[in-house]
């Protein structure tokens, strides 16, 4: 934690962390085309939501449990979310035989 002159903690370097976490994950999901390095990146995006909610809960509101318990949330929501994208790559893959994005384009049968 960056403390100032005033022994205060500052709120940047966590907002500064979190945005280049979730540009990370922007950057995976807009330029592979492996469907398991875009769910890595969408998985990166919600890490760093969660990082920037409790960054803003630890600042802003003087009970800490509030934003714990939501960024659980988002903890079971991405467990759900890479649970459901799992299955459905390896259907995919199970029948296309391929998980390449550009291949894909065409989801008929």
């Known amino acids: 934690m960056t403390v100032t ?3 205060l903690y500052q709120l940047q ?3 500064l962390f979190g945005l280049l976490l979730f540009c990370l994950g922007l950057y995976g999901v807009l330029s592979r085309r492996n469907l398991i390095a875009i769910l890595i990146g969408v998985e990166l995006m919600l890490n760093a939501a969660s990082i920037n909610f409790l960054a803003f809960n630890n600042f802003t509101n003087p009970d800490a449990t509030t934003g714990q318990v939501v ?3 988002i903890i079971g929501l ?3 979310e890479v649970a459901i994208a799992l299955a459905i790559v390896l259907s995919v893959h199970r029948i296309r035989h391929s998980i390449d ?3 894909l384009k065409d989801l008929k049968g």
Do not use: Q, R
């Open 71 to 73: 960024v659980l949330f």
């Open 78 to 80: 991405a467990a759900a």
């Open 5 to 7: 002159a005033d022994g």
């Open 101 to 103: 994005v550009d291949e």
């Open 13 to 15: 370097p966590y907002l």
